[in-house]
């Protein structure tokens, strides 16, 4: 079984209106949120947490979903965080900025 990644995700439908846009980045947060993986909603991006498997498969799922709710272009940047000796967690690095 591999460790845990933390991916950061941004989609950007491009070529569509803000409001639009908008509606088709909640639609990538709903796949995210169905998942089943940790993650937390930043103003910029999505943080993500899970085993690299279940983390790239829903990259594509997020795609999907994305095309379904009308995107026909998307930009999506990410960075991934991996560490082959042991997990990496998103309360590693915000954990103590928790209210």
């Known amino acids: 079984?591999?460790?845990?990644?933390?991916?950061?995700?941004?989609v950007l439908p491009l070529g569509i209106p803000k409001a639009e846009a908008y509606s088709i980045v909640d639609e990538a947060?709903?796949?995210?949120?169905?998942?089943?993986l940790s993650f937390v909603v930043c103003p910029?991006?999505?943080?993500?947490?899970?085993?690299y498997e279940a983390v790239m498969r829903l990259v594509d799922d997020i795609q999907t979903a994305c095309n379904k709710a009308g995107a026909e272009e998307v930009l999506i940047n990410m960075k991934l965080q991996r560490n082959f000796t042991k997990d990496v967690a998103i309360d590693d690095k915000i954990g103590k900025y928790k209210n």
Request: hydrophobic content about 40%.
């Open 44 to 51: 910029f991006e999505t943080v993500v947490e899970g085993d």
């Open 29 to 36: 947060i709903k796949c995210i949120n169905t998942s089943g």
């Open 1 to 10: 079984m591999s460790n845990k990644v933390n991916l950061a995700i941004q």
